[in-house]
DNA sequence: GTAGGGTTAG
């Protein structure tokens, strides 16, 4: 007996999927062993732990036919529950534990449930599961004490947390740490660097710990003075600063830590890598991006769904759509609803809104259940291919069949569904009528709507909404400019201007980026510093010659902010950036080259059928990533079919 | 036979 259950260890050890787990539960069945308590703890503990996500159901099937579990058994199922979508039903596994008396509550069961408590941010449940510990005795219980620091951090609650850790008999440096993360965690910087000071011992955790909390608490130049005096980094120091800088859009610097840690020869992990491929995505840098996917080959990370989800969104927003395929479809195991929903938006950005649809309905279809986030890329979807009946669909599948609540993003998807189809009062409407106060960005996607259908009247009133809410946004100003401008009103385009002048408001400086040759060259409207623009200029004049000579060019002057002259605001469309980056990429990028371009804001009408013409007049394809989508060009179309 | 603190994509 005791040979077999070292054999079924063994075997259960090798399982690294719900099939060949399956296989061992079938032997264990036969020869009997799985009545073993100590053999079928085993068995559940890799379901529900090792392997979980899609083997935690089997946990739980094989739980409730096991006769008469025991602790163990209980707190093993509890622990899986915590960590899954849904870490309420560890909570109610919990409390069924107690009510039947079926087996006594130990340590374990406290601290898994109270990770399940933090996990679903229920401070009430974390209340009480902390006044059940003090009649069990087990408040002094270092373990446990630990864990209700972290949760009480976790809900927000850093006096208590504080409170816990004061009254720990003998806190050893985990739980130091864990107060140290919970200051931060409240938004307490002050009170974690007089944690941080007092600290009996500072391992590298707590270093760790201090270095992610400057970053989360955006003090990024805080974070890089203790990251440089820390006295020993490892993978996770690299990756926080990677990670953290790649998700406060600093993408350059992102770069550069990576780069160190390779100058210094730490081996990249997979959150590094997820974090770097995150800024390539970012910037459009689909070059490095390359280099990168061979490295995550060469150096076995592609089994890893975090790096292949960070790739597939890096190909996506790089302009790449068929290579984000690829990694979608070559993606190994279960695909998480993380990869679909990249994958949807991907499809969407790109102009192939029914396929993303198709690709929402291929999840549901494969047991992903979607989540909010999922919902946004389809609704998207829906708006920018003009599909205003599907995403009404799905907008009310959302709440009926998946219980999930509209959020202000949701509503704001779905007025840019009316809106860009031109059903403006709908849109106008539906805003008036949301059980939720409408914020600035919902009103501002009415105004782009207002804009692109040139409802000057319906923009002027959205207008007013905006500057109540947001009154310093120069887009707002610049949106409703382009709606009188449209509309021949020049002189409320003046007075849009003289009011943004008086409030001393600026607008958003636009870049374009391109890359070429590994290096990022990043174009600014209107900058003639250096040579390189210069060469931009110089390539520029040559092609808006051959278009107007050749292709019957006529410059859109809509656009442009401005109450002067006509040549002035020729020019100063011209001078956009979008215009230089690709002027630069026809001079230097090979022939046939696809050029590729991002731009942090939307592009305009005018540089719009400028990309057009050069993609049909040069054979050349062209790729726009906006600030909203993709625009892909090719033989003077373009992939939005104008619609954006 | 189980734990507690640090980095991971949309």
């Known amino acids: 007996m005791n040979t077999c259950s070292h054999l079924c260890s063994s075997l259960l050890n090798k399982c690294k999927t ?95 449930t109270l990770k399940a408590a933090a996990n679903c941010g229920s401070l009430r449940e974390g209340m009480q599961l902390h006044c059940q510990g003090l009649l069990h005795g087990l408040h002094t219980h270092v373990f446990v004490g630990t864990t209700l620091v972290s949760m009480y951090g976790e809900c927000g609650c850093i006096g208590l947390a504080r409170k816990v850790f004061d009254e720990m008999p003998e806190p050893n440096v985990v739980a130091w740490n864990a107060v140290l993360t919970a200051c931060f965690k409240c938004g307490d910087v002050e009170g974690a660097e007089e944690v941080f000071g007092s600290m009996p011992w500072k391992d590298l955790t707590s270093w760790n710990i201090v270095v992610a909390g400057y970053v989360k608490a955006d003090e990024l130049e805080l974070a890089k003075e203790a990251f440089w005096r820390m006295p020993v980094k490892d993978d996770v120091s690299w990756s926080t600063m990677i990670v953290g800088f790649a998700q406060s ?15 210094k020869g730490v081996r990249p992990n997979e959150a590094s890598l997820s974090g770097v491929l995150s800024a390539c995505a970012q910037a459009g840098a689909v070059e ?85 986030i999922a919902f946004i890329s389809v609704l998207y979807a829906c708006s920018h291919a003009g599909l205003v009946n599907e995403g009404c669909e799905y907008f009310s599948k959302m709440r ?18 009316y809106g860009r189809a031109g059903k403006l009062q709908k849109a106008y409407d539906f805003v008036c009528q949301l059980p939720i106060s409408p914020n600035a960005i919902v009103w501002r996607t009415l105004l782009g709507a207002c804009s692109i259908h040139g409802n000057v009247e319906l923009a002027e009133q959205v207008k007013e909404m905006l500057s109540k809410l ?77 278009l107007r000579v050749g292709g019957g060019y006529l410059p859109e002057v809509g656009s442009v902010l401005h109450d002067i002259e006509v040549e002035d605001k020729e020019d100063s469309v011209f001078m956009h950036g979008e215009k230089l980056a690709v002027a630069f990429g026809l001079a230097r990028l090979p022939e046939g080259r696809m050029i590729r371009i991002v731009k942090n804001l939307r592009v305009c009408r005018d540089c719009h059928t400028v990309m057009k013409l050069i993609s049909k007049v040069y054979r050349s394809e062209i790729v726009v990533r906006d600030r909203s989508r993709f625009h892909s060009f090719k033989d003077g179309c373009c992939s939005c079919n104008d619609y954006w």
């Open 18 to 112: 719900l099939k060949t787990m399956k296989q061992v539960h079938a032997f264990v069945h036969k020869t009997g062993l799985d009545t073993d308590p100590l053999v079928f703890g085993k068995l559940l503990l890799h379901c529900a732990v090792t392997i979980s996500s899609d083997a935690l159901d089997y946990a739980r099937r094989l739980f409730l036919h096991f006769p008469y579990p025991d602790t163990f058994m209980y707190n093993t199922l509890i622990r899986g529950l915590a960590d899954s979508d849904n870490p309420h039903n560890a909570l109610l596994l919990f409390h069924d534990m107690r009510r039947k008396y079926v087996r006594p509550i130990d340590s374990f069961s406290f601290a898994f």
């Open 249 to 263: 859009g600093c993408f350059d610097e992102a770069f550069g830590f990576f780069g160190e840690l390779q100058r």
């Open 288 to 372: 490095f991006g390359r280099i990168l996917h061979g490295l995550v080959e060469k150096a076995g990370f592609l089994s890893m769904i975090s790096v292949n989800n960070a790739l597939l969104d890096m190909y996506s927003k790089s302009g790449n759509v068929e290579m984000a395929r690829l990694v979608f479809e070559r993606m190994p195991e279960r695909k998480s609803v993380v990869s679909w929903t990249s994958m949807i938006a991907a499809l969407a950005m790109h102009g192939y809104g029914k396929e993303a649809i198709q690709f929402f309905c291929r999840m549901e279809a494969s047991g992903v259940r979607p989540d909010g």
């Open 400 to 417: 009926d069949l998946y219980g999930i609540e509209p959020a202000i993003d949701h509503y704001g998807c779905m007025v840019d569904l």
């Open 470 to 546: 947001d009154p310093d946004n120069a887009g707002d100003h610049v949106l409703l400019s382009n709606v009188y401008a449209a509309a021949g009103k020049w002189k409320d385009v003046a007075a849009v201007r003289r009011s943004m002048a008086d409030q001393k408001i600026k607008k958003t400086p636009g870049w374009s980026v391109i890359e070429v040759g590994k290096v990022m060259y990043r174009f600014v409207a209107g900058d003639k510093s250096n040579k390189i623009t210069e060469e931009a200029y110089e390539k520029l004049r040559e092609i808006m010659l051959k």
